[in-house]
């Protein structure tokens, strides 16, 4: 799959996709919005197209492109992640391995993905080289709590405790210990805006996207690549460090900075 548009630098490649997910339903994504952490996120990491391989790609300026989802819980079932779930019912700890069939990428991001926040940051693991230009979708995705439970049934293969997020050194304010070995809390804690400056491709129009809210510091967006093309005419709206203005239509491709 390639994703280009929606202001991305170039064509992207996609590599793989994972899932960040917590122990509880109130934390697990290593996005938050508007302060609010979701109990799941996908990320699909995208290399540019002109490099050969990620490996080459990794360290590279505009090198990768991540496109985040997040998920919220629901009573019925997401078809697009069944195919997921069936295949973990076979999977019981770290380092197994099972064929899954039927996946569609493109079922498990939001319909319209003209809506979503874009930041340039880094990898969210080791060695979180800042070469990600990270585009989270503002619409969460559902996710039911038996397909959920499937992620967090998962035990690590070599029994330590799932206690990364909770590094003292690191100031982690991670998810809860575990005591009982199962692979949950795998996201990084929110990092310091610093000076990065958070676009959103659609207007500060509604409560959820309140520049004040925005404006309150420790915050990660969230970011995902797109499909080719639906983005290509999409408005920008830019935030500089908790400062942000107003964008509402027909923007240039590439945005326009509003500080
Ligand atoms: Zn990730």
Not at 63 to 85: K, M
Not at 151 to 156: E, G, M, S, V, Y
């Amino acid at each position: 799959m390639f994703v280009e548009g929606g202001g991305l630098p170039g064509r992207y490649r996609t590599a793989e996709f994972h899932f960040h997910w917590g122990s509880r339903d109130d934390t697990g994504s290593e996005h938050a919005i508007e302060g609010v952490k979701y109990p799941l996120e996908m990320h699909v990491v995208n290399y540019a197209a002109r490099y050969d391989t990620l490996t080459e790609a990794v360290d590279q300026d505009d090198g990768l492109a991540v496109l985040g989802v997040l998920f919220q819980i629901s009573d019925r079932d997401n078809p697009a992640f069944e195919p997921l779930a069936e295949s973990l019912q076979y999977i019981h700890k770290a380092g197994e391995f099972q064929m899954v069939g039927g996946v569609r990428l493109r079922s498990l991001l939001p319909k319209d993905t003209s809506r979503f926040y874009r930041y340039s940051g880094s990898l969210t693991t080791p060695k979180c080289f800042e070469t990600v230009t990270w585009t989270i979708f503002e619409e969460p995705q559902k996710i039911s709590a038996r397909q959920l439970a499937r992620l967090r049934d998962l035990l690590h293969e070599d029994g330590h405790y799932s206690d990364v997020t909770n590094d003292p050194k690191s100031g982690s304010v991670g998810g809860a210990h575990n005591a009982h070995n199962y692979l949950v809390d795998n996201w990084r804690p929110l990092q310091a805006l610093h000076s990065r400056i958070i676009k959103q491709s659609f207007p500060f129009a509604s409560p959820r996207t309140d520049p004040m809210a925005l404006r309150k510091g420790r915050r990660q967006i969230i970011s995902v690549p797109q499909v080719p093309g639906l983005l290509d005419n999409m408005a920008l709206g830019m935030q500089r460090s908790g400062t942000l203005g107003y964008h509402n239509a027909g923007a240039s491709p590439q945005g326009r900075q509003l500080i």
